[in-house]
């Protein structure tokens, strides 16, 4: 299976910035898609954003469009969430996923990805 390490999480004041890393293990170069996501208890797992491996493309859902950006180092198989403008309640767990490139890729809902990582905290403070 397709195994995700993510990294970079932390506390940060309100205001500051982070950047996310996840590393995936491939058996193989075909394009998959990737995307970011995040979950407090008590609240469903929200997709923050997506990209995939053979172009610019990416998606963002309006509650952090503008102020977090997906990139992805190839060479090093990483894609990394940059997180600016960082609020209180973007405190969550945070996940990478990934899936093989198809109809669902772009998509922010949790249940179309199959391999995910196993979360790292990000914690802002006000």
């Known amino acids: 299976q397709q195994q995700l390490v993510e990294s970079g999480g932390g506390s940060v004041q309100a205001g500051g910035s982070l950047r996310l890393s996840c590393t995936a293990s491939?058996?193989?170069?075909?394009?998959?898609?990737v995307a970011w996501f995040r979950q407090v208890p008590g609240k469903d797992r929200e997709g923050v954003a997506a990209?995939?491996?053979?172009?610019?493309?990416?998606s963002y859902p309006d509650s952090v469009k503008g102020r977090f950006t997906i990139s992805r180092d190839s060479a090093k198989n990483t894609v990394y969430l940059q997180m600016d403008s960082l609020k209180p309640e973007d405190t969550a767990m945070y996940y990478c996923a990934t899936l093989p490139y198809g109809l669902r890729c772009f998509s922010l809902s949790a249940s179309d990805y199959n391999y995910w990582g196993q979360g790292t905290q990000v914690t802002v403070s006000s």
């Open positions: 990209a995939w491996s053979g172009g610019s493309t990416t």
């Open positions: 491939r058996d193989t170069d075909s394009d998959y898609c």
